[in-house]
C-alpha cells in the first residue's frame, strides 16, 4: 500500500530532513512513526500526502509511483489519503457538519450523498449531536474527533495522523487511539505519528522509529 525506497527530503535552505528511507507498509497495517521533535516524521507523513515532494528515491502509495503524478490526478491522490492534524484545522465560521462536508462539495457530490456521509461519519466519532455546533464551543478530544470524521468522509484507503493526541489528556488520547484501531480493523492503513511511546506501546503495532532523518529501527506488530 506505501512504499518508499531510498527516499530522502531536502529543503531550499539545505536542510535534508529523511535519508535513505526504506519501508513498506503493507494494506490494512496499522503502524506508528515515533522520533524526536525534527526527526521527519511530519515530513514523511506529507510526502505520501503530495504536500511535499521527495527530492531522491520513489514513493509509492497505493499502486502509484507519487513522483509522476501532476496535475489534475493530485486531488485524486488525495482523497485516497486521509490526513489529521494535531490542530486539527477546522473552519471556525462553519459548523461541524460543514467542516466535514468539505471533501465532499469539493469533489461534487450530491446533497443527499453529502448528507448520507457526513452523518455516518459523525456516528463513527460519536458526535451525531453535534453536527450543528461551532468547533469553538467543542472541547480539544471532540475537535480532533471531528478532524478524524473529516479525514474519514471520502472513505479513503490511506489515513495519516500526525500528533493527533498531542493536545489532549491520557484518557482522551486512549480514546482517540481506539477510533483508529476500530477503524484498522475494517481495513483502512494507518499511519500515525506520535510521541506518546508509553501509550502506543499498549497497542502491540509496528514502531519506525525515526533519528535525525533515518530509520533507526523498525519494530513489526507485536504477535498474539
Do not use: C
Not at 16 to 34: K, P, Q, V
Not at 65 to 82: A, F, K, Q, S, W
Not at 110 to 126: F, P, Y
Not at 168 to 177: A, G, H, K, T, V
Request: overall charge positive; hydrophobic content about 40%; glycine content about 8%.
Amino acid at each position: 500500500m506505501i512504499h518508499f525506497d531510498n527516499v530522502a527530503k531536502r529543503y531550499p535552505t539545505g536542510k535534508e530532513s529523511l535519508t535513505g528511507i526504506d519501508f513498506n507498509l503493507e494494506e490494512g497495517e496499522m503502524a506508528f512513526l515515533t522520533g524526536h521533535s525534527g526527526a521527519g516524521k511530519s515530513t514523511l507523513l506529507r510526502l505520501i500526502g503530495l504536500l511535499e515532494r521527495a527530492t531522491r528515491g520513489q514513493v509509492w502509495v497505493n499502486g502509484r509511483n507519487l513522483n509522476r503524478l501532476y496535475g489534475r490526478d493530485i486531488p485524486y491522490h488525495r482523497r485516497e489519503v486521509g490526513m489529521i492534524f494535531q490542530d486539527h484545522r477546522l473552519l471556525h465560521d462553519r459548523t461541524v457538519f460543514d467542516n466535514i462536508a468539505l471533501p465532499l462539495i469539493i469533489a461534487g457530490a450530491g446533497r443527499k450523498e453529502i448528507r448520507r456521509r457526513v452523518r455516518a461519519a459523525l456516528d463513527k466519532v460519536n458526535l451525531l449531536n453535534k453536527e450543528k455546533s461551532q468547533p469553538i464551543s467543542l472541547s480539544g478530544g471532540e475537535q480532533q474527533r471531528v478532524g478524524i470524521a473529516r479525514a474519514l468522509v471520502s472513505k479513503p484507503p490511506v489515513l495519516l495522523a500526525d500528533e493527533p493526541t498531542g493536545n489532549l489528556d491520557p484518557y482522551l488520547s486512549q480514546e482517540i487511539m481506539h477510533l483508529f484501531t476500530q477503524f484498522n480493523q475494517v481495513g483502512v492503513t494507518i499511519l500515525i505519528a506520535t510521541h506518546d511511546i508509553d501509550l502506543i506501546r499498549t497497542l502491540g503495532q509496528r514502531i519506525i522509529h525515526l533519528r535525525e532523518g533515518q530509520i533507526q529501527y523498525d519494530v513489526k506488530k507485536a504477535t498474539p
